[in-house]
């Protein structure tokens, strides 16, 4: 009986410590004071000023754009990683390859951000680029950490792969390029997909590094709420944490849907 009693309440305290502080803030978002742990009254005035704030519309325009470019990039360098690592077992320096792609997953971002900080200001004393730091220089040190998650997302989904079936396209005639795009690309798509996401939500989220590689004029949304906060939490900072969540929660609710329509069709066929 104890035991029947425990699993239910110690997942309730678990759940309750995760999203008891994101329900205090999607509360206290439509709060019309502007002390936001003093209840005045339901008030939405507090999106209404995040819509005319234009350094929180600058910051998160510039962070949509950095993360869809550095996903993007690490997308097509964490996949020719893994399938070098995947498909050429054996070849020179393969070791050091290794421990290069995988290295960004164990090492600090402070040290990260730093050493990039170092790179870029010495690439710009030798051969003149990058000039300054902004969002190239943002996007160059999302997209370097960046590839090493989507690496290891398709490398695990490679090591499964039923190489007979890119054995049967070649045998068919089908080039190996032809294959790889034809029967390997959509198979790890769900991969692709995956590892794609995660660089985005990661570079979208990042403050450390981008402090470090980041110039005038190239903050961050990650860094302009950081400015904010340190000065005591803003109504609007939460509003802007609300829109966050229901877009994350509208994108979950939407693929659990997609994957139900599909079990019966997979079912049937």
Known sequence: MRRGWFLPIAAALGFSFLYAPIVSLVIFSFNESRLVTVWSGFSTKWYGELFRDPQMLGAAWL????????ATIALVLGTLAAVALVRFRRFRGRTAFAGTVSA????????????????FVAMEGLIGWPRGRGMLTIVIAHAT????????????????????????????????????????????????VSGWLLGFTLSLDDLVIASFVSGPGSSTLPMVIFSKVRLGVSPDVNALATIIIGIVALGVLTATILQLRARPRKRRA
């Open 63 to 70: 962070s949509l754009q950095i993360a869809a470019l550095s």
């Open 145 to 192: 950490f960046c590839t090493a998650y989507v690496a290891v997302v398709v490398q695990s989904r490679l090591s499964d792969f039923d190489r007979s079936l890119e054995e049967a396209a070649m045998d068919l005639g089908a080039s190996p390029v032809r294959t790889f795009f034809d029967v390997t690309l959509p198979i790890i798509a769900p991969a692709l």
């Open 104 to 119: 960004p997953l164990v090492m600090p971002d402070v040290i990260t951000g730093l050493s990039l900080l170092l790179l």
